[in-house]
């Protein structure tokens, strides 16, 4: 069996159960069920399970146990990390092109710049290692790239953009840098120092990768129609209704308020109002008559 059938086999059993627990027998049926809709080969014994579920661990860190009274396997997880929902949003996407023929005419696919995701396997390394990592990085306000040496702690995505988040040892601070303005990427063999933040807790109230502001509350508010749109795509995960009537919806944040969040609500147009706080409000006038200054002359 090819290695591809492998990890695919493997993320069918989490999202199956990270929906619901099952027992060996709804996981083989399920399976079944996607190897006629893909023309893999899915089938599996119990023994051959038993091994998956070590390979999920090892591979995904996600725990299977058996749960006795209940007769069914479960995942062991207090919190299902979010972001397994994107590997399963990638595979379930590259099995609908698998098993399509002239995906071309069926699907069209949003061109993108490169993003820097040749990096990717380096920087994990280094970060499992605690290596440091040198490189050149070309920032959009300088017209020569810059030498960087840093400890990398986390990669994340933004905006449909990876970056680094690390720590700066000539800076002394925690700086990030998007994956797709790296080049000559060197993974030595020196190793950090310990750091002791929460990167977790970090970006926790941040929309995108900016944190400069401090996190507050945001209200906003929008037609009904256009909550709508709002609720089903939250523009954070603190989004909560504050207050609904028949004609506006009131939506409440904890966000850092910076410029990357300002740009998202500026998406909105004019179906979008910020409430709260003031200071965030007049920022919002203001750039809004700075615009009108562009087209009114």
Not at 39 to 63: A, C, H, L, M, P
Not at 242 to 248: G, P
Not at 257 to 264: A, R, S
Request: hydrophobic share 35%; net charge neutral.
């Amino acid at each position: 069996m090819a290695k591809r059938e492998y990890i695919q086999r493997h993320l069918l059993i989490i999202k199956k159960l990270k929906n619901r627990p099952s027992s060996f027998e709804d996981l083989h049926a399920y399976l079944l069920q996607q190897q006629e809709l893909t023309n893999e080969n899915y089938d599996i014994s119990q023994r051959t399970f038993q091994r998956d579920v070590k390979d999920i661990y090892t591979i995904f860190g996600i725990e299977i146990k058996f749960n006795k009274s209940e007769g069914k396997y479960e995942i062991i997880e207090e919190d299902f990390d979010k972001e397994y929902d994107r590997i399963f949003e990638s595979f379930e996407t590259l099995s609908a092109i698998n098993i399509s023929n002239h995906i071309g005419k069926k699907m069209i696919l949003e061109r993108k710049a490169d993003k820097g995701t040749e990096h990717l396997h380096g920087l994990l390394y280094a970060i499992d290692n605690s290596f440091l990592v040198s490189f050149q990085h070309q920032s959009y306000w300088k017209e020569n790239p810059t030498n960087r040496t840093v400890q990398p702690l986390l990669i994340k995505e933004a905006q449909h953009r990876w970056y680094l988040v690390c720590w700066d040892v000539e800076k002394g601070e925690i700086r990030n840098f998007g994956l797709d303005r790296i080049s000559n990427l060197d993974i030595t063999q020196k190793k950090g120092k310990k750091i002791e933040i929460d990167l977790s807790e970090y970006y926790h109230h941040a929309v995108g990768i900016e944190t400069y502001e401090k996190a507050e509350k945001v209200v906003l508010v929008c037609t009904s129609f256009q909550a709508q749109y709002l609720k089903s795509l939250p523009i954070h995960p603190s989004q909560k209704i504050q207050k609904e009537t028949k004609d506006k919806c009131y939506f409440e944040l904890f966000v850092h308020p910076t410029n990357e969040f300002i740009m998202e609500i500026f998406k909105y147009n004019n179906t979008l109002e910020v409430k709260e706080p003031k200071w965030l409000r007049a920022e919002m006038t203001n750039r809004v008559q700075d615009m009108m200054k562009c087209y009114i002359k």
